[in-house]
């Protein structure tokens, strides 16, 4: 008959008659029901039944208020609370719910196992029984978990940012939709167990269906601006998009349809005896129910996820807006997606067949998973990444420590900032590759013939990138060897300047004039690093032949005495400023060093400092530095004789006296020479310096 009535749409008045007969049916089928229940119970006698009852109820009670009053003390000392954050409002809401729960489940346990000593008969009286704590169970768990989602009573650990008494009309909303759907569902399963007929109970349940179906739209209409509100409480940044305002404005009247229709496919399935279907369309029916509750407290735990200590980073403030924009964007096309697959996937059978073989439904399952592999992947390369940059200093400190002068303070990063780099690029391509190999496995692609084509493919592009493997394989070891650090200044070669990034295949040195040098691994024969542990920088003075070396000895003691009492360069010293002695003699001078260590990448800076400290010491004490000088000796010329003519400068006479002229043509010559020698110093003495100096 049921058939028929589907068979009947176009024609009203036989709809109306077949719904006419089976509601007549069912009057006669509850009285029968009715009539065993009295015959079943009267035999056993209802004071019987009632002492059963109130026996099995007052025991469980007793129990459950015994071995849950604590659990039940600290509930309440949790509800008023006032906690701070989100974070300890939701621990506080689950330690509330799971005490709560303890306690219902004492209930459950001990009256069934009540009911099971009591109850040995195999007549309607413990089916009834069973049938009405099972339903009392139901509506406590179901009012323990609405309390915990939006606790009307405790607005201190309230996890949803709504008003007491919003609080208030859904946490009733969702008790009266929990009794309705108890009395339904449950009361027709346990008619149904009673042996009422098939069709009859499957016309109720439609029914049933329909009654929640308009109480939960009714609800939806009624508290639409609620719920708006409850949507557009954080991030929100005014820059929506055209979808989202039409979606924003229209969404009543599409839930209104969405329900409908998942109401008549879940009706048409269990009409037509299709348990299985009607099963199916459950799932759609409830993810829509319970959407705007999973969605906001998704949006709860990920606002909390980002304040976690452990994820903060440099730049995951700037990406934790994005992050979390795109893993709720995420979990609401999953959630669509399941609802619109269940529904295609019951279209998709029988006379409703929309996809043939099952494509469709293939590629709804294909992209579902696709979509969850993405956002796994996602969120794990967040955590990474900022896993990553809390072990780094920031992008500004890195662009000043690049910018020092001459290496002054440029403090060399640690092991873990040199390694990091590099391997954050590793990661990041590694979980790429997984990425694109899991998508594939997704969408049914074997990838089991990919993956030894690429070892093929990959030996050949080894064979044929020597070169590369080399530079990789190179920057390995270097790195395993802690020969450099980003922050330190090395000479590689015939190049030297500060390790300023780290790749997998080459570095780059940043020259203390600005260059910037891009080195291959492989290309690295030896490294000599400035930057660790200590230096030690010897100085070199001219002073002159008839100098008193103990006092300028003494001299240099005690400048190095005021250096190392000095409060910004003293904690830098490892040993002091002092003196070596005449290291060598030259044609003009004595050659006087000294010597100090200091700290790496400070003893430019002290150099400077010790040679201007030095200069003025000797200088207060009369000591000059040595000039460089040619001495010219010229004859003396003979007073007697007259001079003869003057013969070209090549061969003259040293026995006849030299003119004005002369005289002046040999200095001009001295001088010269005296000059080229200078400047092939200088320039000499520039290169030492351009070389040395960082």
Known sequence: MLNELFNSTNQIADVLWIIQQILGRAAGELQLIAQQIDHDITAAGWDRFAGITVLVVGVAMLAEYLAGRRFRALANAIGREQASGLGSRIGYQLLRTLFRLLCVGIFMITAQGMLLLTSNTNDVRPKLLFSLLLATVTFRAVGVLSQAVFAPTAKGIRPLPIACEQAIGFHRGVMTFTLLYIVGF??????????????????LKVLTGLALNLFALGFVWLQRGTIEQLFQSRDRNGGEHGLAIILSQSWP???????????????????????QHAAKMSWPWWLTLLFPIIDRLFAAALYKLCQLPWLQSHTFAQRSRRFRRIMQGGLRLIMLTVAVLTVADVLGYDAMTMSGDGRISRLLKSLLDSMVIVLLAYMVWEVLLSQIERQLPPPEQEVQSTLADEGEGAAAGSRRETLLPPLRTLLFFLLLIILTLSLLHALGVEIGPLLAGA?????????GAQKLVQDVISGIFFLLDDAFRRGEYIEAGDLRGTVE??????MQLRHHLGALQTIPYSSIRTVRNMSRDWATMKLEIRLPYDVDLETVRKVIKSVGEEMLADPELGPHFILPLKSQGVMRIEESALIVRMKFTTRPGEQWVIRREAYRRVKEALEARGILFAHRAIHVILPVPAPA???????????????????????????????ASAGAILAAELERQNRIDDEDSP
């Open 253 to 275: 009247l599409l839930v209104t349809l969405w329900l409908l229709a998942i109401w008549l496919l879940w009706s048409h399935s269990l009409i037509i005896g299709n348990l």
């Open 501 to 506: 990034r780290l790749s997998i295949r080459s």
């Open 455 to 463: 070892g093929v493919i990959g030996i050949a592009i080894g064979l």
């Open 186 to 203: 449950q009361g027709t399963d346990f008619l149904a167990w009673l042996g009422m007929d098939g069709e009859l109970v499957r016309l």
């Open 641 to 671: 004789k007259p001079p003869p003519p003057m013969a070209p400068l090549a061969g003259y006479d040293d026995t006849h006296e030299l003119t004005e002229e002369d005289s002046q043509r040999l200095a001009a010559m001295a001088g």
